[in-house]
Structures are given as C-alpha cells and as structure tokens.
C-alpha cells in the first residue's frame, strides 16, 4: 500500500487491484458500513468516476444528479434528480464528487457543495501510481494509469485522466484538468482552470496560466 497526504487525511491506494464482476454483483458486495458517495455528472466522466470507486472500495455510491440524463438508473446507480435538488439529496450521501469535465462548471458546482456544508471526496481510481509525498486536494479525479509524482501538489476539484502524469514537484491549481496522456515533466505548473487535452506535453519548468488550454497534441519546450 502507499499512503498519499490528501488535505484532510490520508487514502490507501493498491497498486494491483482489480474486480472483474459486472456492476450489479460488483453493488451488492458493497458493505452497509461504508461511506456514502454522491456524484454530480452522469455523463462518460462521471460513469467512470464511479466505477472508480466501486473498483477502489473507498464508498458506495448512493447516486447521480445530472441535467440531461432520463434514465432511472444508469451503470446500475440510481440517478436521483437533477444538480439542482442537491440540497434535497445531500443528507443521503457522506461526501459529493463532480464529476464534470468543464472546468468552469466543475468549479461552480464544489463551490456551491462546499457553501451547503458538503465534504469533496476524491476518487483514486486503484490503477493510479501517485507518490506517497505527493499532495492531492479535495474533489479531485485521478484516473487509471494516471502517475503523480513526488512532491507533487494538485488544488481543490483537479481531474488527471487516463495516463496522465503529473512528475516530480509540479503545481496544479484548483478546478485544472489533464486529459488522456497528458504530461507535465518535473517542475511544471498549471494554472486554476487550465486544461492540458490529450496528448499534450509541457516540459519542464514552464507553466500553463489560469483558464489557458493547450491544444491536443501540443508541446511546449
């Protein structure tokens, strides 16, 4: 096990965990004892989201508020209501997690959680490698295969998507976003709501500013 600081304690992350159980078997062995989930997003990030956290076995999910899905239950998890009945649902979860890719919105939204008394979770998925001295803040997603390295510090609300590498003594500010294979080499910084898309490539020491995107692909040296 690795133990990596996170703002207000510390999380277990295996480096070798996988369950290979379709969703509804992979709910039911939940235990009643856990801490209770409730994700804002129920689009492709927030389904992930949540597989990340039946996989890791940190909450039960009790379920999704979303905008624009219709169905009852999606991947197995009931959808509950719309973001804005978060206050009706709120005493049925433990802690909230957005789960929206839009920066502006994903901020928003742990904003108005936060001001209605709600904990942030952040949800590692097992398939994730982060330094035991690395810094994770509140709210944030890291995703399978993403590396963050040591002395590393991510804000409040980060995203760093599959394969995404945050090297040795970066800076990622609050509400950021790496995408797919996204790289920020040693020393690199990112800006509050800055996103790097996929396959994009920062070299080190240089700094990506708040609200800045880098292009897919791009690489700045």
């Known amino acids: ?58 909450y039960e999910v009790v379920g999704f508020l979303d905008d624009g899905a219709t169905e009852s239950t999606i991947s197995d998890i009931p959808l509950l209501g719309r973001v804005s009945d978060l206050s009706e649902h709120l005493p049925k979860a433990d802690a909230v997690h957005v789960a929206i890719g839009r920066n502006s919105l994903r901020g928003e939204l742990c904003k108005k959680a936060l001001s209605m ?17 690395a810094v994770i803040g509140r709210g944030c997603a890291i995703m399978p295969g993403a590396v963050i390295g040591t002395e590393a510090q991510l804000g409040v609300g980060v995203i760093v998507n599959c394969g995404g590498v945050v090297d040795h003594d970066c800076r990622v500010g609050d509400y950021a976003h790496l995408g797919i294979n996204a790289s920020m080499s040693g020393g690199s910084s990112l800006g509050e709501y800055a996103w790097m898309k996929a396959g994009s490539v920062l070299a080190p020491g240089l700094r990506v500013e708040s609200g800045e ?6 690489r700045r040296a």
Not at 117 to 133: C, D, E, N, Q, Y
Not at 213 to 218: A, F, H, K, V, Y
């Open 1 to 58: 096990m690795l133990r990596a600081y996170i703002s207000e304690g510390t999380v277990s992350i295996p480096l070798a965990f996988q369950i290979r159980l379709p969703w509804g078997r992979m709910i039911k062995k939940i235990s009643q004892s856990m801490k209770r989930l409730l994700i804002i997003g129920a689009g492709g990030h927030g389904r992930s989201v949540a597989e990340a956290v039946v996989l890791s076995g940190e």
């Open 213 to 218: 995107e880098m292009l897919i692909g791009e």
């Open 117 to 133: 008394g709600a904990s942030l979770a952040t949800v590692i998925h097992p398939r994730a490698v982060i330094s035991p001295r």
